[in-house]
């Protein structure tokens, strides 16, 4: 994810200079309060908005009232098939409207038939091996707008693809270097400062050092000792895939490419310890995040109905990936850049 108070503005200026689409669509985020959504100039309690994590059987699950969702982050096959019934029961009575998941194919049909669809694919996200799905159900119906303004963004992140410049040199005095536990503390405030909300709590200093020493690897981008931007790569070794995620950037710092570069800089990273598969879930509606993965060589793979709470809104979420193994061929691609047949109903 990208730093919302950042893409705000950079996406205001791309907008004014090419004459694009608004592709503003935000729906206020339930159970935020009133004041607070689409804010930014007041700053959340560290962790305030972010998911409980818990256990389903040995799944693990993400879930709360501010996202709104419980969310399957790790299917242990194990608990099939009484998993998703599980997640329903769970989702009625915290008295959530949404359930998400992520699983490998081999559970996709079970999660068809138990009333969810399929909203993107990522082949060989297993491994290499298996593709992985993001499944969705809705105990509400989605608003009939959903759509509105994201095939324009898909549609400018692909013509940027094809121009494919690369990410800027760094200039004289800044540094792309990973991030230590000694860094957690300048991590969490840069986050505080550009995320009203999050789904996670990266806010907390506590919880970024424990996330270190798994397999969640930081990088940061320096200018001299002081941290300008931020981006971590969650890996998964089992399933040898990681995610891209937590793009932050100081205020200050924009316009320097530094996305691009943090993204490179993980990359190289991912592949030395045998990670197959990059993905990124970007706000489906960001000019910036979209064009930083289609000119990095991912894929467009489908979007997530009201995904996320993040900066106060419920978001739309697209989500990107990469087959770092070039050894891996990746599917054609269609005009806007989706493969396969993961949209669902709309």
């Known amino acids: ?205 506590a919880y970024l050092m424990r996330e270190m020493q798994k397999h969640h690897r930081f990088f940061c981008i320096r200018d001299g000792e002081k941290i300008a931007a931020i981006a971590s790569a969650a890996a998964d070794p089992e399933g040898q895939f990681a995610e891209m995620t937590g793009f932050a950037t100081l205020p200050e710092y924009r316009g320097h490419g530094f996305s691009g570069r943090l993204l490179q800089q993980m990359e190289t990273k991912m592949r030395s310890i045998g990670i197959k598969t990059a993905f990124a879930i970007v706000r489906a509606r960001s000019y910036p995040a979209n064009i930083t993965f289609a000119r990095a060589g991912y894929t467009h793979a489908g979007t997530v109905p009201g995904c996320v709470n993040i900066c106060g809104s419920l978001e739309d979420m697209s989500v990107w990936y990469r087959l770092l193994d070039d050894r891996m061929a990746a599917p054609p691609r269609d005009r806007s850049g989706r493969t396969g047949s993961a949209r669902g109903k709309e």
């Open 1 to 205: 994810m990208f730093g919302s108070l950042q893409d705000q503005n950079n996406q205001k200026n791309y907008r004014s200079r090419t004459g694009a689409g608004t592709a503003s669509t935000r729906h206020p985020a339930k159970n935020v309060p009133l004041q607070r959504q689409g804010r930014t100039g007041s700053r959340p309690d560290r962790g305030v908005y972010a998911d409980t994590i818990t256990m389903l059987g040995e799944s693990q699950v993400h879930h709360g009232p501010f996202n709104d969702r419980a969310y399957l982050f790790h299917l242990e096959l194990v608990d099939l098939p009484g998993i998703t019934g599980r997640l329903f029961a769970l989702a009625r009575g915290r008295g959530y409207s949404r359930l998400f998941a992520r699983v490998p194919a081999a559970a996709c049909g079970h999660f068809v038939s138990s009333g969810y669809l399929p909203r993107a694919r990522i082949p060989g996200l297993y491994r290499g091996e298996e593709d992985g799905y993001y499944m969705a159900a809705y105990r509400d119906p989605l608003q009939s707008d959903w759509l509105d303004g994201i095939d324009d963004v898909l549609g400018v992140a692909e013509e940027k693809r094809r121009k494919n410049a690369a990410s800027p040199a760094l200039d004289p005095g800044f540094t792309c270097t990973p991030a230590t536990p000694a860094d957690a503390p300048a991590l969490a405030a840069i986050y505080r400062k550009v995320f009203l909300t999050y789904p996670i709590p990266v806010h907390d200093p």
